[in-house]
């Protein structure tokens, strides 16, 4: 009976100590995430929001207290993989999630800096990323964590453990695929896009269930290939053969290489798609569709509800993937839905983002040599003939001409945010051109497929990168910070009056939202190419961002590249706060 009374006592004391255990919170809902961007406690999504604005209403930090920012802490990523740090940390339930290069997935504690764990992707030899080992973000859903890998592979993971609960391929490395933009999560699906368009890849953009990896649909950008919908066929991309010559569309590249925003009122993802393949344009004659366009596609059903091309019959790799973001805003005295994209090629373009008419379309860069405008009736680019490279000549490359921006574009992958308190989008752009030519080449599962040579040269003695403030309204720059280094990280606008970006020399800094005046900046000891992000915690605001120099620019910049060789490596995560 004393055994049994003392077995009594144990299991008593047992369940009293479970009882008084912190029970985990269930993490973060579909609604929750859709809610982020009034949800200042947290960093949920990409883009703090399903519009990907970037604007957060904090404002403890503002133009008056900047000055007092200091480093709260700095984690290191370890290891000798440095390379490209491009990743936007997420930050929940006192953990900051970021990814770093190599698909690698850290989480560390907010408030210390203490590295909780860390997951490293087991990539095979033969990857082909096309532009460094980059990655760019997670997303977060539930108890998981989820990104995307260099071997074309999304994995969720315990966010409590780092364990891995599914792991699941979506294309082929061997002919080209991976991924490295962030998920995005809506209605509990996991939405992601592909990369490879260097080697004749499809562009297509995949739903998953979040809870099991499962595919709900997949939708194919280029002509003639059929999508699907809970495992049967559904719809066919465009029409077979309408702007693709022969077979050129089953290797027709649209890479969707940056991930898309999601808009909740129209129930629409909006996708960017890459360049068509091969870059030699003289290959493929036709708009290409629907290679360099905004995508509007149904979250639901994944049917495409209208498009938008931006660079139709690409020669110059102007990639049309730069993200749309919705806003609404009042245009000659009509309230409108609307969304912005500052495309690769060189123009801001202002859609409806109910239906992808053209509202407005302006130059945000110093020239734009391909092109001199956007005919505001067609939505079409009004081409400079004589500016698109030759055709070859037999085994001859054909003739080279000069183009601007070059193929690295007046905008490449990093985001711009908006401000709803100032109305403008901040740009992060580079005036920058390039002598490109055409060279013969033919289709090769697994190697480049390009049919182009170029070299890269800056246009400006006194910069290359240009932070820009656009007013969406009327298409024109209201102010301007010129960067002698290329910029290549993102933008966070606050309600603080406040912009934040990086640059390659090694400082994040603040400027002014309404009038571009730098106000405080801090050296993180690598370049900044990764996208700041800010949030509330035990009643202080923080900011944090990611130090690490790398991206395409070392790897393809050619001389421009290499006036900034001496720029060291990194892999560390910054955490800023105002002194109490």
């Keep these: 009976m004393k055994r049994r009374f003392s077995h009594l006592i144990a299991g008593l004391a047992c369940a009293t100590s479970l009882m008084a255990m912190p029970v985990a919170a269930a993490g973060p809902t579909s609604a929750d995430i859709v809610n982020d961007a009034a949800t200042p406690g947290d ?8 519009w990907q604005q970037r604007f957060s209403t904090l404002d403890k930090v503002n133009t008056q207290t900047v000055s007092k920012l200091i480093p709260v802490f700095a984690s290191s990523l370890g290891g000798e993989k440095q390379r490209g740090q491009e990743s936007q940390p997420l930050v929940y339930d006192g953990t900051i999630y970021v990814t770093g290069s190599y698909s690698r997935l850290f989480a560390f504690d907010a408030r210390t800096g203490e590295k909780k764990w860390e997951y490293n992707a087991r990539l095979p030899d033969g990857i082909m990323p096309c532009c460094d080992v980059v990655n760019r973000g997670a997303a977060i859903h539930g108890d998981k964590i989820l990104f995307a890998t260099l071997d074309a592979h999304l994995v969720a993971l ?11 391929k979506t294309g082929d490395y061997q002919a080209g695929y991976s991924a490295t933009a962030a998920p995005l ?3 509990d699906m996991v939405i992601t896009g592909n990369s490879g368009g260097e080697f004749g890849v499809v562009g297509a953009v995949q739903a998953r269930s979040v809870d099991t990896g499962e595919l709900v649909w997949e939708r194919p950008v280029i002509e003639g290939h059929t999508g699907t919908l809970k495992g049967q066929p559904n719809g066919m991309t465009g029409k077979l053969n309408a702007t693709w010559t022969g077979d050129l569309w089953k290797t027709g590249g649209g890479a969707t290489w940056l991930g898309g925003t999601y808009d909740p009122g129209t129930n629409l993802v909006y996708f960017g798609t890459g360049n068509p393949g091969p870059w030699n344009s003289n290959l493929r004659p036709g708009d290409n569709l629907y290679t360099a366009s905004t995508l509007a596609i149904d979250v639901d ?3 495409i509800k209208w498009h938008y091309q931006t660079t139709p019959h690409d020669g110059w790799d102007f990639d049309g993937v730069n993200e749309f973001v919705p806003f609404d805003a009042t245009i000659k005295g009509k309230p409108m839905k609307l969304g912005a994209k500052a495309d690769r090629n060189g123009y801001f373009y202002v859609l409806d983002r109910t239906n992808g008419k053209l509202v407005g379309a302006s130059k945000f860069v110093m020239q734009t040599t391909w092109a001199n405008g956007i005919d505001m009736k067609t939505g079409r680019p009004n081409f400079v003939p004589e500016n698109r490279p030759g055709a070859p000549n037999g085994a001859e490359k054909g003739k080279s001409v000069f183009a601007s921006p070059s193929f690295l574009g007046g905008k490449n992958w990093m985001p711009m945010a908006f401000s709803q308190d100032t109305g403008l989008f901040y740009v992060p752009s580079n005036d920058w051109g390039m002598d490109i030519w055409n060279e013969p080449i033919a289709y090769k599962k697994g190697a480049a497929y390009l049919g182009a040579g170029f070299t890269i040269r800056p246009i400006a003695e006194d910069h290359i990168g240009a932070l820009r403030a656009m007013d969406p309204a009327t298409g024109k720059i209201v102010w301007e910070y010129k960067n002698k280094a290329p910029l290549w990280g993102g933008v966070l606008a606050t309600r603080g009056n406040l912009v934040f970006t990086g640059t390659p020399e090694g400082y994040l800094k603040a ?5 571009g005046t730098e106000l405080w900046k801090f050296q993180t000891g690598s370049g900044v190419v990764g996208s700041p992000v800010t949030w509330e915690q035990d009643g202080e605001q923080y900011v944090a961002v990611m130090s690490g120099w ?3 620019v070392p790897l393809w910049g050619g001389e ?3 006036t900034f060789k001496e720029i060291s490596q990194g892999g560390m995560l910054w955490v800023f706060k105002l002194p109490k």
Excluded at 43 to 50: A, D, N, T
């Design 560 to 562: 421009v590249a290499k």
């Design 43 to 50: 960093v949920l999504s990409y883009g703090m929001g399903p």
């Design 301 to 303: 059903t994944g049917v």
């Design 550 to 552: 790398g991206g395409a």
């Design 185 to 187: 999560i809506v209605k």
């Design 511 to 515: 400027f002014d939202a309404k009038t």
């Design 158 to 168: 315990d966010r409590h453990t780092g364990k891995v609960l599914w792991n699941k």
